[in-house]
């Protein structure tokens, strides 16, 4: 007896019935984005890194659950490979029709991943970059579909030099941070404009200042900081409301390449609207990920 088809999405749009990937989803904002996602009726799927921390968030994702059960994949996204092996997991479901790109953190020294690219880069662009290419298909073929990446009101003070990508020459956490999330911006920027004419959009935004385990591998100064600002700092609920925006309201239908903050969309810096280091950074981002000469829109040519 052939398998029976699934159940297609509601018409307007809203996240009950359909799947969201979340990445980043132990903790802070990606645990209170997957826990409200899953309670206005999504079934959520939680890409975290360590199994003991993901499966305690799967448990209170599952509680909150008011249709599908949420389900757990291990990564550890700053593994080029391990992006590759979970999207290869991701891209078997039958659909996907929301990705969360949230995973991002804060180191306070420069330090390498394994393959060789500097920590803070590969995880908070390379990594959404990589799995985002790699889940296309899956999007396109479930849309109307939607990109939320997670950025940061820190990308006004980058200084993005695609020369030094990896800042050899010299290392700033917080510089470190505040590229990463300007390339973020550019990314979205950049795949609304590679997406156009499907019914797959991108946006990004801004959470807030968010009182999450953000910043506790950063330097002795930014964890003293974060201490003192604790009891101004927005909850993790606070911060994950733009990202359920962005994921489940109906307001953004077919809006695509925006920044957000508090659900409204705002107007980045100067350099996050720059087309052409959007397109040279995709350039920089396919060859550091290995997507060069794929084809699909990860392989279009990076002008025009």
Known sequence: MPDPEPTPPPGPWSVDGRVCVVTGASSGIGRAASIGLARLGATVVLVCRDRGRGEAALADVAAAATAGQPSLELADLTSLDQVREVAGRLAERDRIDVLVNNAGQVIG????????IEHTLALNHLAPFLLTNLLLARLEASAPARVVTVASTAHHGARLDLADLQLERRYLPMLAYANSKLANILFTRELARRLDGTAVTATCLHPGTVHTRFGQTGSTWLRLGLMVAGPFLRSPESGARTVIYLAASPMVTGQSGGYYVSRKLRQPS?????????????????????????????GQAGTG
């Open 109 to 116: 020294s420069r330090q390498l991943t394994a393959d060789g």
């Open 270 to 298: 100067a350099a996050a609207r720059d087309d052409d280091l959007a397109r040279r950074l995709w350039d920089a981002s396919a060859l550091l990920s290995g997507l060069t000469g794929l084809t699909g829109v990860a």
